[in-house]
T-cell receptor
Framework: EDQVTQSPEALRLQEGESSSLNCSYT??????LFWYRQDPGKGPEFLFT???AGEEKEKERLKATLTKKESFLHITAPKPEDSATYLC???????????FGEGTQLTVNP | NAGVTQTPKFQVLKTGQSMTLQCAQD?????MYWYRQDPGMGLRLIYY???????DKGEVPNGYNVSRLNKREFSLRLESAAPSQTSVYFC???????????FGNGTRLTVT
């Protein structure tokens, strides 16, 4: 059974204080790993897809990386508007369904 | 750019009542999905439709039925609501399986 574990559950940062969120996964064969951002009262919004170990994607202050067992979402010099819950999900080669982690709730204080 | 539209946004039901949650997408996507989101449980797949005319069970299908009405619309029906079905329901679509999902903004359902 696919498993996705995100840590920490919650993270508070000061504006400008860089940090990383972790997503550990267990799948028989990784087809893709997805990062989403979810704001309160909204649906998740797609950020990145990573397909193979060593791959990296960047968007503004966010950078996602992938190894064979985990992915990191690095946040550089965050701003208050980066406050949200960040969700990680995986899909395996033998199936098409996404398995989601429970998310990391990020708060960036001004 | 509507994307994925869900109706209603909020609903309160009494135990045993039925209702249908509506979802429509305007991105010409082939695949559509219904998820529920509960605190401490993450997003769990209820049903999905890989293409028009097909539907399959997800992780938590009991108590629900779905209809893929056409390529744009995918509805979720609760025949006899139970308090355990109190949740936030999200509809999503993707170009095809394993592609990034585009989510609606959810229906917040309370069953008393």
């Amino acid at each position: 059974e696919d498993q996705v574990t995100q840590s920490p559950e919650a993270l508070r940062l000061q504006e400008g204080e860089s940090s990383s969120l972790n997503c550990s996964y267990t799948v028989s064969g990784l087809r893709g790993l997805f990062w989403y951002r979810q704001d309160p009262g909204k649906g998740p919004e797609f950020l990145f897809t990573l397909y193979s170990a060593g791959e990296e994607k960047e968007k503004e202050r966010l950078k996602a990386t992938l190894t064979k067992k985990e992915s990191f979402l690095h946040i550089t010099a965050p701003k208050p508007e980066d406050s949200a819950t960040y969700l990680c999900a995986v899909t395996e080669t033998s199936g098409s369904r996404l398995t989601f982690g429970e998310g990391t709730q990020l708060t960036v204080n001004p | 750019n509507a994307g994925v539209t869900q109706t209603p946004k909020f609903q309160v039901l009494k135990t045993g009542q039925s209702m249908t949650l509506q979802c429509a997408q305007d991105m010409n996507h082939n695949s559509m999905y219904w998820y529920r989101q509960d605190p401490g449980m993450g997003l769990r797949l209820i049903y999905y439709s890989a293409s028009e005319g097909t539907t399959d069970k997800g992780e938590v299908p009991n108590g629900y039925n779905v209809s893929r009405l056409n390529k744009r619309e995918f509805s979720l029906r609760l025949e006899s609501a139970a308090p355990s079905q109190t949740s936030v329901y999200f509809c999503a679509s993707s170009q095809r399986d394993s592609q990034p999902l585009h989510f609606g903004n959810g229906t917040r359902l309370t069953v008393t």
